[in-house]
């Protein structure tokens, strides 16, 4: 009698999600543990509290789950055993990187808490102090070592950085000054949704945290947007979760402007194509910023629009060839001032016609913020208050550049 016993035993089907996955937005990022190394799969609106690591190889695995191949089809295309993918499959989902009732689950209990705290939860604004008083001073000396602008019109518009302010104090700055002699009423704050579910603009209903305490939202603004608009602005409020573009300006708002309401919205990359055509299922940043500015018209008090992002990208961090040096620097700047010439002129077609031309060439992070900006405040007066870069290191690896303008309206 043969030792031999055959199997026949039927294996638990996995739930269609598994079977055929999707991964969803992620920001990978290498990470070593000694001789070892891994990518870090990280989850920009951080809905599970834990992060998974995978080995470098995995990530050509990770391609294929698109939601268009099933784990047959992937494990024909990659060679991968099929046991080997059901486990990252599975893995995947306890964090809620793929799309499904795991990632459905944590996404209701997430929007439930920021619903309940009423603000975006403090990330990025951490680096400002230890505390309030001492994030604070640090602005008012900011502001007090820079020169104000004395911008000859009434700013109702501005283009603001978004990256660390100890690096970019001056450039801040110079925009708040000019922006606190508007003395508006609130703040409309565009950030940009690199990371985000949706591929049309997204309002939020809760208000920022912020170091020097929390900035509500303007409920009576945004139930007017929501009314023109329909409930699909609304609809994927946690991608402002992936952007800290909103919330780097919030201390700054208070220190210049004191505790006035805000209109937080995140609107995605004019160079990045639609998901699909279908424009009713979005809000599209044209609809948001025409029903911005009929609201705006109809509000009480002034309102003023803060574009946030940063312009260029550039060095081997950014998947440029050779680090970033003098000349390359010298490239960058003459690029950008190029473009800063032909957003300044206020034509929407003229400045994005100019970025499409070169395919964004040194990836300006801010269009979709800055694009958006002009098209609601439809500006007569332009000006350039302050340009700058910044080298991440010596080795020349990256270097990013920001500038602070000002725009007038009607």
């Known amino acids: 009698m043969s030792d031999d016993v055959a199997d026949n035993s039927v294996s638990t089907p996995l739930p269609d999600h598994l079977e055929q996955p999707h991964l969803r937005r992620l920001m990978p990022q290498g990470v070593a543990n000694g001789d070892q190394k891994g990518v870090a799969l990280r989850d920009p609106l951080g809905l599970a509290p834990n992060t998974m690591v995978v080995a470098p190889q995995v990530m050509k695995l990770l391609q294929h789950c698109n939601g268009d191949m099933n784990l047959d089809a992937i494990a024909a295309a990659t060679g991968a055993p099929r046991a080997n993918l059901e486990k990252l499959v599975q893995s995947l989902d306890e964090v809620g990187l793929l799309w499904g009732p795991v990632s459905e689950a944590m996404e209701k209990d997430r929007l439930a808490a920021l619903h309940s705290d009423g ?20 602005i008012t000396q900011w502001l007090a070592e820079t020169e104000d602008p004395e911008v000859e019109f009434t700013v109702r518009g501005a283009l603001v950085p978004r990256m660390d302010p100890h690096v970019m104090w001056p450039v801040y700055a110079a925009v708040y000054h000019a922006i606190a002699h508007s003395s508006p009423d609130r703040v409309v704050l565009l950030g940009n949704n690199h990371y985000g579910v949706t591929d049309g603009a997204a309002i939020s209903r809760v208000g920022v945290q912020s170091p020097l305490g929390p900035l509500q939202a303007d409920t009576t603004f945004i139930d007017a947007l929501v009314e023109r608009l329909g409930d699909n602005a609304c ?4 991608d402002h979760l992936a952007d800290h573009g909103t919330e780097m300006q919030a201390p700054w708002i208070t220190a210049a402007l004191g505790n006035i309401p805000v209109v937080g919205v995140v609107v ?7 998901i699909d055509d279908d424009d009713s299922a979005r809000c599209t940043p044209e609809a948001f910023a025409a029903a911005c500015r009929e609201v705006i018209e109809s509000s009480k008090g002034t309102t003023v629009v803060i574009a946030t992002g940063d312009l260029s990208h550039v060095g081997p961090r950014f998947g440029e060839p050779r680090p970033v040096d003098e000349q390359r620097q010298t490239e960058v700047e003459q690029h950008d001032r190029e473009f800063l010439g032909t957003y300044l002129s206020g034509d929407l077609e003229t400045f994005h016609g100019a970025i499409k031309w070169h395919n964004n060439a040194t ?8 694009r958006c900006m002009l098209d609601i405040v439809q500006p007569v007066e332009m000006e350039l208050l302050d340009y700058r870069q910044k080298l991440v290191d010596e080795q020349g690896s990256a270097m990013l550049s920001a500038a602070a303008i000002a725009a007038g309206g009607e």
């Open 268 to 274: 995605p990359d004019p160079m990045t194509p639609p």
């Open 363 to 370: 990836r300006w992070s801010c269009l979709g913020a800055a």
């Open 119 to 138: 603000v975006l939860p403090l990330r990025q604004g951490r680096m400002l102090g230890e505390d309030e008083a001492q994030a604070r001073d640090r």
């Open 235 to 238: 609809r994927d409020e946690l």
